[in-house]
């Protein structure tokens, strides 16, 4: 595994993509109970170098109930994104993740993953790659229907604040879904 990991970091496929020098960003450990999936790098974690170091990532640990040091213990959380370096800046927020990293990566790091009791999907990125054929029209139908992927996988919005405007048409996310959320960490950890 910590080869692996220091292949992954070494990485360079999609450098010409890239506003900066490529910078894998990802957390892991044969070990990790939790796989959360989320999209890529922000640009203030891709300066930290530390994933979901940022507002998105102190959301995230709320909805999951846990403290920073338990989401940064690498036996209990391991953190990959879809694109593992920051994509840069869109129209409308940061651009999609790079296509070429889970391809690539992301069997080789599961297949290390023995201990892995629940993987979290964040975003539409890692629900259409993950769900396939499950996926549903929406990521809210995904969200709200969180039980039917249950127990391997567990679909979430991104926790980002741009997504507060989803969260107020949806209460019941914060109702039902973060609430059973913590409950189901909680029981892993």
Known sequence: MDKLLQEIRKCAVCEKFLPFAPRPILQASVHSGIVIIGQAPGQKVNESGIPWDDISGNELRRWLGVTK????????????????????????????????????WHDRLLKHLKE??????????????YLGEKFRPTLTENVKNYKDFLPEFLPLVHPSPRNKIWQKKNPWFEAEVVPELRTIISQII
Request: hydrophobic content about 35%; proline content about 12%; some cysteine.
């Open 69 to 104: 040091d338990q989401f940064y213990d690498d036996k209990l959380f391991a953190l990959i994104p879809m694109g593992f370096c920051y994509p840069g800046k869109g129209k409308s927020g940061d651009l999609p993740p790079r296509p070429e990293c889970a391809p690539l």
């Open 116 to 129: 892995v009791k629940l993987i979290i999907l964040i975003g539409q990125y890692a629900q259409k790659y």
